[in-house]
């Protein structure tokens, strides 16, 4: 036996102790940000919180499109024929501001002024706990450590037994342990990546998504019977897709992919 254990208890040991790791590094993400405070977020942020940038401006653009403010030019560009629509949110205006000459997409995104309106757009959903801050991200990663550690210490005793020529258990068992290994370090690995949005911003994601899931792209809804908001919230809530149901070229123009916003196929029910 390898350091006094045998190879099935060893393997239970290392399950029960990569589900502890697993534990940990899961409840840092779920707790970490799951309070936020002031006022919800409008739909252009929560375009933002559920793709960031690209998003958030294709749903502004979307709202100045609805609003008759927008109009498709020569050589893709865009441009503006009078003012922002009421109440706008700060990007809306920002994106209205950079559209007053013609503009292509690429050169609006690029604007100064959109890239302020952004940046104080994060501003507030960090101020307010929607988005993680810097040091809030760095603690959900650091909370992978000890899968790696235990990985670590799994890894050290096939080295052991490889190099001293020992027992490290049965076939069974040095398999068992090898794929544990492999897949605790994967585990690890993926949950480093450690996402923008808190506790509280996914939850109110999921929240929404629900309480609108007749506007998912899934459901196939008749967009040409809906209104600007419910437009606005499917786009924000679920992606760019209702913006090229109803004015393909332009969303097109402002970086839809049409490829890649197709809903997923339905399942087809089994005969019996």
């Known amino acids: 036996m390898l350091w006094g254990v045998s190879g099935p208890l060893f393997l239970l040991d290392y399950v029960t102790a990569v589900a502890a790791a697993l534990a940990i590094a899961l409840a840092a993400r779920?707790?970490?940000?799951?309070?936020?405070?002031?006022?919800?977020?409008?739909?252009?942020?929560?375009?933002?919180?559920?793709?960031?940038?690209?998003?958030?401006?294709?749903v502004g653009m979307a709202a100045l499109r609805r609003?008759?403010?927008v109009h498709l030019g020569e050589l893709a560009t865009l441009s503006v024929d009078g003012p922002p629509p009421p109440r706008s949110t700060a990007l809306v205006r920002a994106l209205h501001a950079a559209l007053r000459r013609p503009q292509t997409w690429a050169a609006v995104l690029a604007d100064p002024a959109v890239g302020r309106a952004l940046r104080r757009l994060v501003g507030r959903l960090v101020r307010d706990g929607w988005l993680l801050t810097p040091a809030q991200r760095r603690r959900v990663a650091l909370a992978t450590l000890p899968l790696f550690a235990v990985a670590a210490v799994g890894v050290t005793r096939l080295v052991d037994s490889a190099v001293e020529g020992r027992d490290a258990g049965g076939p069974a068992s040095v398999a068992?342990?090898?794929?544990?290994?492999?897949?605790?370090?994967?585990?690890?690995?993926?949950?480093?990546?450690?996402?923008?949005?808190?506790?509280?911003?996914?939850?109110?994601?999921?929240?929404?998504?629900?309480?609108?899931?007749?506007?998912a792209p899934e459901r196939r809804p008749a967009w040409s019977e809906r209104g600007t908001d419910e437009l606005l919230t499917g786009m924000a809530l679920f992606g760019p897709r209702p913006l090229l149901a109803v004015d393909p070229r332009f969303a097109v123009q402002v970086g839809v992919d049409p490829e890649g916003t197709r809903p997923a196929q339905q399942p087809k029910l089994a005969r019996r």
């Open 30 to 58: 779920e707790l970490t940000g799951r309070r936020a405070r002031g006022a919800a977020p409008d739909t252009v942020e929560l375009a933002y919180l559920t793709d960031r940038a690209g998003l958030a401006c294709q």
């Open 176 to 215: 068992g342990l090898l794929l544990c290994c492999l897949a605790t370090a994967l585990g690890g690995w993926w949950l480093c990546e450690v996402p923008e949005t808190g506790a509280a911003a996914r939850r109110l994601l999921r929240r929404l998504r629900r309480e609108h899931t007749d506007l």
């Open 67 to 69: 609003a008759g403010v």
